[in-house]
């Protein structure tokens, strides 16, 4: 139980393109989903909290309006990279909350590599 | 300012020994602690979950958790060599509105020689 899909896996394009990733658990609903991006080498960093009804909860130093969070149901949260260059491309990996409440563990999705030219 | 602390390693161990991967954490009233293996490339995978003092055992891991010395540790025995990967130890935040969120440390990497 608590399976969490993104997709894509791995997404490669231009810079000044917009790129929607997409969280969705599977088998349990998910009020809140979470955000991470990784680079290479690097720790996890918490971009963004996603609570389905309401807007994002954006950590500090991220541009919400660079990174637009969507969390319109219950098993299904997205991101969009607006006009991504370069210095975006990186490991972006969502996040669940298994059911239970929230001290729960969170449980990861696969992640999705973008690499921006 | 919250922290959790790991030591980065690499940890090296031969193949069948026990591994042993600690965590220390700031925030004295942390309740829920996790322990995620992150293979190279990889999104984060849930090995173990502890709430209360003691040990907890599942399969080849134990989680030990110790709240008065803020102390969470991660015992592999049997260690093979697919357990080598980067072992990251999050903390629950407990109040305001941050509740749900993970507090990582930068993981420690693990070496199992055959």
């Known amino acids: 139980g608590a399976v969490v899909s993104q997709h894509p896996s791995r997404v490669i394009c231009k810079s000044g393109t917009s790129v929607k990733i997409e969280c969705r658990s599977l088998?349990?609903?998910?009020?809140?989903m979470f955000w991470y991006r990784q680079f290479p080498k690097k720790s996890l960093m918490l971009m963004a909290t996603s609570n389905e009804g309401s807007k994002a909860t954006y950590e500090q130093g991220v541009e919400k309006d660079k990174f637009l969070i969507n969390h319109a149901s219950l098993t299904l949260s997205t991101l969009t990279v607006t006009s991504a260059h370069p210095e975006d491309s990186s490991f972006y990996i969502c996040s669940a909350i298994a059911p239970g409440g929230w001290n729960q563990p969170q449980h990861f999705g696969d992640g999705t590599r973008l690499s921006i030219l | 300012q919250k922290e959790v602390e790991q030591n980065s390693g690499p940890l090296s161990v031969p193949e069948g020994a026990i591994a042993s991967l600690n965590c220390t954490y700031s925030?004295?009233?942390?309740?829920?602690f996790f322990w995620y293996r992150q293979y190279s490339g990889k999104s984060p995978e849930l090995i173990m979950s502890i709430y209360s003092n003691g040990d907890k055992e599942d399969g080849r891991f134990t989680a030990q958790l110790n709240k008065a010395s803020q102390y969470v540790s991660l015992l592999i025995r049997d260690s093979q060599p697919s357990d080598s990967a980067t072992y990251l130890c999050a903390v629950n935040e407990e109040y305001g509105g941050s509740q749900g969120n993970l507090i990582f440390g930068k993981g420690t990497k693990l070496s199992v020689k055959p």
């Open positions: 088998d349990f609903q998910a009020t809140t």
């Open positions: 925030d004295r009233v942390s309740q829920s």
